[in-house]
């Protein structure tokens, strides 16, 4: 979700869906933000990781879904 700083993007987000089935990316967070510019590959892998520990895990239907790469 793409939209102007302070405008409740991530209020919104953690009011409508479930913490315990939600990976979260923060990239306000200046680490995060640093080790995903440098390898972007990272973000694929955090995503497959998070999939593999939350096996009940099905995105929502109006949500981005990222397609590994072959």
């Excluded at 302070?6 to 979260?24: C, I, V």
């Excluded at 990272?42 to 397609?67: D, G, W």
């Amino acid at each position: 979700m793409l939209r102007a700083r302070g405008t409740g993007k991530s209020k919104l987000l953690q009011a409508s869906l479930p913490t315990e089935n939600t990976l979260w990316i923060d990239l306000l967070d200046s680490d995060e933000l640093l080790n995903f510019s440098r390898n972007p590959k990272i973000v694929e892998e955090r995503i497959l990781a998070f999939e593999k520990t939350h096996h009940n895990y099905s995105p929502p239907s109006q949500c981005m879904q990222i397609t590994p790469a072959k």
